[in-house]
Every structure is written in C-alpha cells, then in structure tokens.
C-alpha cells in the first residue's frame, strides 16, 4: 500500500523513535515458542509410549533410527521451545534464520514421533516421494518465476499443467514415446502461455482474469476433448507410456541420497537443474538483470534499451514450456492416464510456492519440498489410520501462503511492476 | 471497464474518416442510444444505429464474442467427431459430403443448445395438442433460471468487489463455506418452516461474509494481496468440507460416500414442482440485484466503496477510511457469495457433497465481467450462462456433445469480451463514441 502523503510533524518524530521491540525476530520467537508449547503439551500426551522407528530403507526392513514415541516427542517440542525462546530474547540474532529453522524442525519432527509412534516411517520412500510430488510444483513455480519476474502475473499454471497433462497423453500414445508426450506437454503449456501474453501484453487485459478465464478455457478443452476422443477409445488416445527410471551406477548405491536423487525419472533431475539455471540466469547473466530490471522498473529498463514487450513475450513462453513439462508429470509420471481436471489445483500449490518462495527460484524449490513433504505425509497419515485428518495438512500449502503474504512473519514482496501492463508512451 | 450509457459530454471520435456523412452527423448529435433518440428525427436515428450497429461499443462486443465462441465451438465440435472427421479426408473429391456432415452436427448441437435453455417447439406442439403438459413446455427456461440463480448471486458478490477495487476471486470458497453454514443450519436446528428457511439462508450469508472478512482484513491490515488470499482461502475450504462431510452426524447415515443429511423439507427453498425445479432462489437473485444496485447508485458505502475502488490514495484524503471499506466490501462480497453456495444446496441440491457447489464461484467471475460489474448486467449475465448450462445438458443427453463444451464457451465468451480491442481489430469495427475500450483495471499483486 502507498504511504499516507498527508504525514504530518507529530508522524514524523515518531517514525524516528528507535526500533520496535515487537521486531520480526520477537514475533516470529513467540510463534515458535507456541507451537513449540503445543507440540509438549498437547502433542505429548497424546503420544502413545511405543517406539517409533524411521526406517532408512523403503519399507520396514533394515536399519532404523528408533525412539520412544512419546520421549522423542516432549524433546523435540522442548527444542522448538527452546529455540523459540533464543529468538524471542532476542538472542543469536545473527544466527536468526538457523535457530528458526531449528524450532521448525522440533516442531515438526515432534509431530512425527507422536504419529510414528508404535508404527515405522520408511524416510527413503518419504523423501523420494516429495520430490516426486514437489517436481510439478517446481516446475510451475519456476514457469511463474519467469513470468512474473519479468512483470507478467501468472495464475494460469494450473491451465498450463493440464494441457500439459493432456498434450503429454495424447501425443504420447500415438506416437508411442514418452519423449514425444513430453515434448508436446511442453507444447501445450506453450500455447496456453501464447494466451496469456498475446492478451496480457498485447491487448493489456487485466492479467488474473486472464489466467483465471484460461484456466476454465483449458479445463473445459481437456475435459471436452477427453470426452470426446480419450473416453470413447482409450488405447489409441490415452495410454501413453511410462517415464522410465534411471539408475546412475555407483551414485544410487549411497544410502538415503542414493535411491532418492540417482535412481529415478528425467523429470526430478530437469527440475533441480532448472532451478539452477534459472537462479544463475536471473542473477549472473545479461537477459537476467533485463528481466529484473523490466519486472521492477519497465519504465527505466525501456529508456536505456530493453525492449520491455519482447522480453515478456520471451519469459513468459519460457514459462509455458517449463509448466507444460511439468503437466507431464501428472500424466507420464504418476498415473499413467488423462483424466478430467486430475491436476486437482495443484497448479494454485505451485502458485503458492512461487509466492512462498519469494519469486526466487531456490525459494520455490524450498517452498515446493515443504508442500511436496506436506502431501506425501497426508498421505501416509491417511494409509496409518491417524487421528489427524490428511485435509488438514493438505491445508498447509494454502495457510502457509497466506500468513506469509500477510506478513505475519516476515512480509513477502512481488516485483514491483508485476501484474502490470506496459505501454510505451 | 467499458461503459454502456451514454458518455455524459460527447467525445470526439478519435480515428474516424470526417469525410463520412453519418459520422458528422453523429458527432453534433450526443444522444447515440436508440431510444434516447429525439422524435422527428428519423434520418439520423437510421444513421446513428446503423453507425453505432458496427462500432466496439458494449453490445456489439458482447454479440460479437458470443458469435465468435460460438464459431470456435463449432469447430471443436467437428474435429472430435470421427464420422465427419473421415467425410474430411476425401474432401477435395466431394466437398459437399463434408460440409453437409459438419453442418448436420454442429447445427444439431446447437438446437439442442436452444431447445434445452428455452424452448422445446416439439413440446409446445404436444402441448396444444393435448399430448404433452405446460410444464415440458417452461422445463428449458425452469432450468436455465435454476442454473441462473446461484450465479446470480458470486457474479454479483465480484462485481461489487471490483467496483470498490478489489479482485475477489474467492467467491468459489465462500460459496463453499456459504453452503457448508446454510447446509448445517438446514439439517441440524428444528425450527418451524419459514423461520428455518430464514435461518438457514442467513447461515449461508454469515458464513460467506465471514471467509470475506478474514482477505478483507488481511488487506486491510497487512496489505496482503485479496488474489493470492482468496485463491489459498478457496482450496482451504473445499478440503475442510471434504473433511466435515465424513464426520459423524454430519454424513448421511447409512451412506459410506461423501454425502451429508438431506437439508429438512422445511428449510428449501419452494419450487414450483414437478420437474420444473426452477425455485424461489431467482426471485432472491433479483432482489439482491435490486439490492446490490441500490447499495451502489444510492447508499453512503457504495459511494465511498466506489470512491475507493476509483482512486484509494485520493479516498482517503478526503477523509474515507480504505481500511474500513476494505474490509466491509469483501465481508459483503463473501455474504453474497455465501447467499448462492446456501442457493445452490437449499434450492437444488438439498445434500451437501464434495462438489455441492460446482463452479458457481469461478462463474460467478465470469459472468460479472460479461455483466461489466454492473448489477442488472450481472444478472443478464447469469440467465446466459444459466441458458447455456441448461441447454448444455439436453446437447450431453440428445448430441452426445460433452457438457465441457459449454464451459469452453464461456471461457471464450469472457476471453472475448476482456480483450474487447481484439474483438475490434478481427471484425475491424469503428471506435465507439461512448464506450471506452480496453478492460484495463489492472494492478499487481
């Protein structure tokens, strides 16, 4: 929001009074000191006495970390007390985001031991499924980076994700190649990314309502399309083949890290890599200091040279292949088939990433791995029969994005321009 | 956004040829509305509507995108039919084969389409012959208002939204909560008829202006942006009524899917019976419109949320407290929303399920830009879409043609009528005198 212009003498001295005490890292160390308190308190007790072990392994068999469920849940919700405290004392503020991530994590690993406990969690099945899960969120949150780096909103990756899905189905049972299939889900995410620029950039449409109307545009083309030709003769339109998993010889042998990042699809290694890139790009290359100078200031970027359209057109179609690549995964990955509207919102998870993550693509990695976390242990809470509801952690991706745009913790910023549209004067 | 009145001064038509007779006349003559027109005047009433006929004013756009939908559908609708696809492949050899199968399903489609949302010739005939009942004859248009009403209501609840500035894209979650509340209310409090009725509905309102209320304060508070707010707040109430509706007491008993109690007879709304469903909903739809309408020409909050929506900075120099109307708008915007989720499972659903309230919210967007956010706009807009969906069903049933279509249409339609300067650039139409084009409200997160 813009400041209040009208500020008069009184405003001014008090804007000069020293720093609050209520500052980000006292706020922040009584949210953790509460969840931490939550975590001993309620949780605790309602842990059963029984050992909880964390099996390294993808199933129960093997070395385990074990500990008694209720011990292992107090301590760690003393941690995130403990830390919580540290910050609100205003304590190791240099070390600030190391002690919050700290607490975070008793918070969390508490919570695990209370549900684990009497039961086992397998952790490499655990962490090579939210990778799995996260991949599509990395790639739509990185489409977004793109795009709204340079200063165009995208809320249509859900869109992208589903023609993305579709494209990869259909091509990819006619041409009997997943390569083919992801090929054209990148082609797919492509031509609704035309979309979204050509009416965003060209005839200045108000940049949500156009990727809110493309994303009813893609639901109902898939979903139409899906009737018409997928339902009616599945073989030849809707079963494509499978990605393969690859093995890297001698780096799948390590434990843990091993089968989680060397024995497995394309799709996880094109996501880490492009996070990479697009993180190098945007900070160390020529076309990444253009795209941040025309996401923050089009105005300026324009008067020393940049063409400001033609560097949106670019990202954002950058964007939608990136998005549609990661449609794919819905489909080449994890079922197998199209169905009607099966992203299932999760191109609003990645959005959320995106925002979570500050507009950065690290940022969204971190953001993505957290909801991907989130949705592989909803599940595996819902399959152990827990008494919490899975919805309530599938909440999480939502809940965690709004605090942070609400600043509850720390406020996060878009880029300035984003979201509007440029016209040379 | 485009205006469709009259522009209070005349403005200069920027990129007309002068040269032309009708245009200079146009320029001396403000008034360029049918109706306005001045009797005796009959040359250039001729003129001025057949100027105004091929100009990017309101209503052109707006028919001119439905054609165009409409056009693309139709070309959907052949290349997933196989049959006609085949009378394609030897097309240079006989083209009429593959003209007249292309005709034959796309016309086919579209009398559906129009025999679903308002009448059924067939039926009116076996109606004066004796054969058939007055209610096969008003089912399509029944239906088309049923459909109408919920959309009425989240169409209404963004277009006030807008007006004061704000982007309420949450009208699919506070529909959601709106029924959740009305749905409870329905089932759980023995109340005498009307009053449980009331009861329920006012549980709708207060729990959709109360998902409003929690965006409405963020953004008023913190600034957080009411987009990304509504967006997570929409998915965080569909898996809470995905949870709510296997818990006991609430899941219809005996039923192991997800499908609550049936709301009490007492609070649904009264329909006309039979299998005309259309139900007192529609007449609330207008009464909001009515109401909305009012609350923005003539009460203080409508001024000031319009003030807001105009210009926040200047607002609150003269002394309106954004943060105020802020919160106020969404709190009302999400009621209205809330009223169609409690329309949606009072009127015509009677259960609460996972997918109770359908797509009412995100339509609801869509007819409010259709509708240009104005009130009675708003609901012209709705009864369209309602007309759509209910010839969409007959065009699944009778042509086999996925209901999906009708939401590509409507996605096209509203594409079309965003992007009015695309619609002028294809059909190359004049600028209007009146209208302002260019949709262009935007602003960032």
């Known amino acids: 929001m813009t400041p209040v212009s009208t500020a008069t003498v009184d405003d001014l001295t008090q804007t000069a009074a020293p720093a609050r005490f209520w500052d980000r890292q006292r706020r922040l160390g009584v949210g953790v000191v509460v969840i931490g308190l939550i975590a001993t308190a309620v949780f605790g007790p309602l842990a059963p006495s029984q050992t909880a072990r964390f099996t390294l392994s993808e199933d129960a068999e093997g070395a385990a970390l074990s500990i008694n469920g209720q011990l292992g849940t107090i301590l760690f919700g003393l941690v995130a007390v403990v830390a919580g405290a540290v910050l609100l004392a205003g304590l190791a503020r240099r070390f600030q985001t190391s002690v919050l991530s700290l607490g975070i994590l008793g918070f969390v690993l508490s919570f695990l031991c209370w549900q684990v406990a009497g039961k086992f969690l397998p952790l490499v099945d655990t962490a090579s499924g939210t990778l799995e899960l996260a991949v599509p969120l990395v790639l739509g949150a990185l489409?977004?980076?793109?795009?709204?780096?340079?200063?165009?909103?995208?809320?249509?990756?859900?869109?992208?994700?589903?023609?993305?899905?579709?494209?990869?189905?259909?091509?990819?049972?006619?041409?009997?190649?997943?390569?083919?299939?992801?090929?054209?889900?990148?082609?797919?995410?492509?031509?609704?990314?035309?979309?979204?620029?050509?009416?965003?950039?060209?005839?200045?449409?108000d940049q949500v309502v156009v990727g809110i109307v493309l994303n009813l545009l893609a639901l109902g083309m898939t979903g139409f399309l899906y009737e018409r030709l997928m339902q009616t003769d599945a073989p030849s339109y809707n079963q494509p083949p499978r990605m393969p998993e690859w093995r890297i010889p001698g780096l799948a042998d390590i434990p843990v890290v091993g089968p989680v990042l060397f024995d497995t699809n394309l799709l996880v290694w094109l996501a880490l890599i492009l996070v990479f890139a697009i993180h190098f790009g945007l900070t160390r290359t020529r076309w990444g200091l253009r795209t941040r100078a025309v996401g923050e200031h089009p105005t300026a970027a324009d008067t020393v040279g940049i063409r400001v359209r033609g560097l949106r057109y670019l990202n954002v179609l950058l964007g939608g292949l990136i998005a549609g690549a990661g449609g794919a995964y819905f489909t080449l990955v994890a079922t197998g088939s199209f169905n009607k509207n099966m992203t299932a919102g999760a191109g609003f998870i990645a959005l959320a990433a995106l925002i979570f993550g500050r507009w950065t693509p690290f940022g969204a990695l971190g953001a993505a791995l957290f909801f991907g976390f989130a949705q592989k242990l909803a599940t595996y809470l819902s399959v152990a029969g827990s008494s919490v509801p899975s919805q309530f952690l599938n909440m999480l991706p939502y809940l965690a994005t709004i605090i942070a745009v609400a600043g509850l913790v720390g406020r996060v910023r878009a880029p300035a321009a984003d979201g509007q549209p440029y016209i040379k004067s | 956004m485009t205006t469709d009145e009259p522009a209070g001064a005349p403005r200069k038509p920027a990129d007309e040829p002068a040269a032309d007779p009708a245009v200079a006349t146009a320029v001396k003559e403000p008034a360029a509305v049918p109706g306005k027109e001045k009797p005796g005047d009959d040359d250039s009433f001729l003129s001025h509507f057949l100027h105004n006929l091929w100009a990017a004013n309101t209503v052109t756009v707006t028919v001119l995108s439905v054609i165009m939908a409409m056009v693309i559908g139709a070309v959907l609708i052949i290349v997933s039919d196989p049959a006609v696809l085949n009378t394609f492949s030897y097309f240079t050899a006989r083209p009429g084969d593959a003209l007249n199968a292309s005709w034959t399903v796309v016309s086919n489609a579209y009398a559906d389409l129009f025999k679903g949302a308002i009448i059924d010739p067939a039926a009116v005939t076996a109606w004066s012959n004796g054969t058939g009942t007055w209610r096969q004859v008003v089912f399509p248009i029944s239906e088309t208002l049923t459909y109408a009403a919920p959309l009425v209501f989240t169409g209404l609840s963004v277009a006030l939204a807008f007006r004061g500035g704000l982007f309420n894209i949450g009208g699919q979650g506070q529909a959601v909560v709106g029924t959740i509340c009305a749905a409870l209310a329905g089932f759980l409090l023995p109340l005498p008829p009307v009053i449980h009725l009331i009861a329920a509905l006012v549980a709708g309102l207060v729990g959709g202006a109360l998902w409003g209320f929690v965006p409405g304060i963020l953004k008023a508070r913190t600034g957080a942006h009411e987009v990304i707010v509504t967006i997570m707040l929409n998915y965080t109430a569909n898996l809470f009524l995905s949870w709510l509706i296997l818990q006991k007491g609430i899941q219809q008993a005996g039923r192991s899917d997800a499908i609550s109690e049936p709301v009490d007879s007492s609070a649904q709304l009264p329909a006309v019976g039979g299998e005309v469903r259309v139900n007192l909903g529609i007449v609330l739809a207008v009464l909001a419109t009515a109401a909305v309408a009012w609350l923005l020409k003539r009460s203080a909050f409508g001024f000031e949320l319009r003030a807001v929506g105009a210009n926040p900075a200047a607002a609150r120099t003269a002394g309106i407290s954004v943060a105020r109307t802020y919160t106020l708008l969404m709190v009302t915007a999400g009621g209205l929303a809330g009223l169609g989720g409690a329309t949606q499972v009072l009127g015509t659903a009677h259960a609460l399920t996972t997918q109770v309230a359908g797509n009412i919210g995100f339509d609801g967007l869509l007819v409010a830009l259709l509708g240009r956010n104005r009130p009675w706009g708003t609901l012209a807009a709705a009864v369209l879409f309602g007309a759509l969906r209910a010839g969409g069903n007959r065009m699944q049933s009778f042509s086999s043609i996925s209901l999906e279509l009708v939401t590509v249409l409507q996605a096209l339609i509203v594409i079309f009528i965003a992007a009015p300067a695309l619609v002028k650039a294809i059909f190359h139409l004049r600028a209007a005198r009146s209208a302002r084009l260019g949709a262009s409200m935007a602003k960032g997160w």
């Open chain 1, 143 to 205: 489409a977004g980076v793109l795009g709204e780096r340079s200063g165009v909103v995208n809320v249509a990756i859900e869109g992208q994700f589903l023609m993305g899905a579709f494209g990869a189905a259909l091509v990819g049972t006619m041409a009997t190649s997943v390569w083919a299939g992801l090929l054209s889900a990148a082609v797919g995410g492509l031509l609704i990314a035309a979309l979204l620029a050509v009416l965003a950039i060209r005839y200045l449409v």
